[in-house]
Nanobody
Framework: QVQLVEAGGGLVQAGDSLRVSCVAS????????VGWFRQAPGKAFEFVAS????????VYGGSVKGRFIISRDNAKNTVYLQMNSLKPEDTANYHC??????????????????WGLGTQVTVSS
C-alpha cells in the first residue's frame, strides 16, 4: 500500500520561508509526477505545484508562482516544497499526491491517485 507522508508544516510570520516535504513508501516506484495541493477552511481545494518524475518539468499555481519552488530527490523518494515570502493567505493544510500514470505534471486533482493526509501551514500577519 503506497503511503505519502508530509512533514515540515508549522506557524510562521508573513514574509518568512518554510520547506515542507513529502516522503513516499510502500511499494511505489515514485516514477510519476508528484504534486502539492492545499485547502484552507471555507476555501476551495487549490493546486499549488507539480513536478515531473525526473524533475525537469514543473508547474505552479498562479498564486504561488515566483514564491514557491518544488523539487524532488528520487533516491530518497521525497518531494519538497520550498515556500518563500509567505503570506497569511497561504495558510492551509498542504497535501502531496502522486499522479496516476506517467503523464506530464497535471494541475487537476482528479489525475492524482495517492494522497497524503497533509501538513498544516499557518502564516500570521
Amino acid at each position: 500500500q503506497v503511503q505519502l507522508v508530509e512533514a515540515g508544516g508549522g506557524l510562521v510570520q508573513a514574509g518568512d520561508s518554510l520547506r515542507v516535504s513529502c516522503v513516499a513508501s510502500g511499494g511505489t516506484t515514485f516514477a510519476n509526477a508528484v504534486g502539492w495541493f492545499r485547502q484552507a477552511p471555507g476555501k476551495a481545494f487549490e493546486f499549488v505545484a507539480s513536478i515531473s518524475w525526473n524533475g525537469v518539468r514543473t508547474v505552479y499555481g498562479g498564486s504561488v508562482k515566483g514564491r514557491f519552488i518544488i523539487s524532488r530527490d528520487n533516491a530518497k523518494n521525497t518531494v519538497y516544497l520550498q515556500m518563500n515570502s509567505l503570506k497569511p493567505e497561504d495558510t492551509a493544510n498542504y497535501h502531496c499526491a502522486e499522479q496516476d500514470g506517467t503523464g506530464s505534471p497535471s494541475i487537476s486533482a482528479h489525475d492524482y491517485r495517492y494522497w497524503g493526509l497533509g501538513t498544516q501551514v499557518t502564516v500570521s500577519s
